[in-house]
T-cell receptor
Framework: GENVEQHPSTLSVQEGDSAVIKCTYS??????FPWYKQELGKGPQLIID?????GEKKDQRIAVTLNKTAKHFSLHITETQPEDSAVYFC????????????FGPGTRLSVLP | GAVVSQHPSWVICKSGTSVKIECRSL??????MFWYRQFPKQSLMLMAT?????????EQGVEKDKFLINHASLTLSTLTVTSAHPEDSSFYIC?????????????FGPGTRLTVL
């Protein structure tokens, strides 16, 4: 079955700096990779996703890159702000209705003012 | 768009009682919903996949007689924790997939914190 690893487990950056979180997956059949942000006591919020037919996707300060050959994908946050502080989860899935996600263990990001 | 709600947001109950948690997709139809459990500082653990009008599919190790799931309509799934015990205390989160459009994306509810005394 699919296995998703995520690094680092914790990350501290100064406000304004960039943050990068990397995930690797094991199942080459996976073709859908979402990223979720979870604030304390709340449910995960989808912030960006990428499908295997593209290598990069951007949404304002957030970008995701995908390397299908190496089976890894990364979340890039530029110009970090204190409100970016949260736990970020990556996931991998076979893009089809009813398919469940395999989540990474999460990265706790702290943006220091 | 793609809003999922959960009710209640938190509940405290005595050991031995049953607790029902509702998950609703507010602005879309969801044929498939998922139920997760999350312990502090850990990732999400899938408990079961719920399909409208059919029996839920439970993950290995999850007791289906203890965690009853009902997906009665395209916008509502319920999780009932029967005869709850302190070890059932956790953060329960549901998610829903759209019945049309981007059907592979899961949209999560805000979670329900259950504390069993």
């Amino acid at each position: 079955g699919e296995n998703v690893e995520q690094h680092p487990s914790t990350l501290s950056v100064q406000e304004g700096d960039s943050a990068v979180i990397k995930c690797t997956y094991s199942d080459s059949a996976s073709n859908y990779f979402p990223w979720y942000k979870q604030e304390l006591g709340k449910g995960p919020q989808l912030i960006i996703d990428i499908r295997s037919n593209v290598g990069e996707k951007k949404d304002q300060r957030i970008a995701v890159t995908l390397n299908k050959t190496a089976k890894h994908f990364s979340l890039h946050i530029t110009e970090t702000q204190p409100e970016d502080s949260a736990v970020y989860f990556c996931a991998a899935s076979i893009a089809d209705y009813g398919q469940n996600f395999v989540f990474g263990p999460g990265t706790r990001l702290s943006v220091l003012p | 768009g793609a809003v999922v709600s959960q009710h209640p947001s938190w509940v405290i109950c005595k050991s031995g009682t049953s607790v029902k948690i509702e998950c609703r997709s507010l602005d879309f139809q969801a044929t498939t919903m998922f139920w997760y459990r999350q312990f502090p500082k850990q990732s999400l653990m899938l408990m079961a996949t719920s399909n409208e009008g059919s029996k839920a599919t439970y993950e290995q190790g999850v007791e289906k007689d203890k965690f009853l799931i009902n997906h009665a309509s395209l916008t509502l799934s319920t999780l009932t924790v029967t005869s709850a015990h302190p070890e059932d205390s956790s953060f329960y989160i549901c998610s829903a997939q759209m019945a049309s459009g981007y059907t592979d994306t899961q949209y999560f509810g805000p979670g329900t914190r259950l504390t069993v005394l």
